[in-house]
């Protein structure tokens, strides 16, 4: 099994251009998230999903969008990047709420 | 004030030592307690879980309080292999896991 990844590793983009970071899980887990980690905080909750077709704002979901068309999938969708979405970004997946988180490798994305 | 709080250290520790350091938490019903360790610019991973009567992996014991509302820690025989950022990680009444920004742990020779 290759888990939980993500593409791309590093991506640097410019303030207003928008791109979909990827995360795939071949494990059959029903519940996905995507997280933000800054430095001095911990990783912030963005979207999650409990199953395919149905997601749901974090704490942080402004300027991001996700869709969940399989259990496989989750992309995370910078509508117009900004200079504070400079972050790593991290994709997770687990058997439910309650159980291990497994991430993914992470995308260093810088916004210029 | 943050959900979850964490010395950020860095506890610098000689090999062989022991070293322990808590988190604290704010939410009174959080309900399950858990610590992950990510490596330099690595993912998180699970450490261990953390049970209401305290519980032992190894060199590594976790011990939660809930009436003091914090979870601690604590490395015997610290590796060098230890050295890493250690998240707090607290689940609350509604499932939705609460992140510390890590302690970080270098182990010496």
């Known amino acids: 099994n290759a888990g939980v990844t993500q593409t791309p590793k590093f991506q640097v983009l410019k303030t207003g251009q928008s791109m979909t970071l990827q995360c795939a899980q071949d494990?059959?887990?029903?519940?996905m998230s995507w997280y933000r980690q800054d430095p001095g905080m911990g990783l912030r909750l963005i979207h999650y999903?409990?199953?395919?077709?149905?997601?749901d704002q974090g704490e942080v979901p402004n300027g991001y969008n996700v869709s969940r068309s399989t259990t496989e999938d989750f992309p995370l969708r910078l509508l117009s990047a900004a200079p504070s979405q400079t972050s790593v970004y991290f994709c997770?997946?687990?058997?439910?709420?309650?159980?291990?988180?497994?991430f993914g490798p992470g995308t260093r994305l810088t916004v210029l | 004030r943050k959900e979850v709080e964490q010395d950020p250290g860095p506890f610098n520790v000689p090999e062989g030592a022991t070293v322990a350091f808590n988190c604290t938490y704010s939410?009174?019903?959080?309900?399950?307690f858990f610590w992950y360790r990510q490596d330099c610019r690595k993912e998180p991973k699970l450490l261990m879980s953390?049970?209401?009567s305290g519980n032992e992996d190894g060199r590594f014991t976790a011990q939660l309080n809930r009436a003091s509302q914090y979870i601690s820690l604590l490395i015997r025989d610290s590796k060098l292999s230890d050295s890493a950022t250690y998240l707090c990680?607290?689940?609350?009444?509604?499932?939705?896991?609460?992140f510390g920004a890590g302690t970080q742990v270098v182990v010496t020779p």
């Open positions: 494990m059959n887990h029903e519940y």
């Open positions: 997770a997946s687990s058997p439910g709420l309650s159980n291990e988180q497994f």
């Open positions: 939410n009174s019903a959080s309900q399950s």
């Open positions: 990680v607290v689940q609350d009444s509604w499932g939705k896991l609460q």
């Open positions: 953390v049970y209401s």
């Open positions: 999903s409990v199953g395919a077709g149905i997601t």
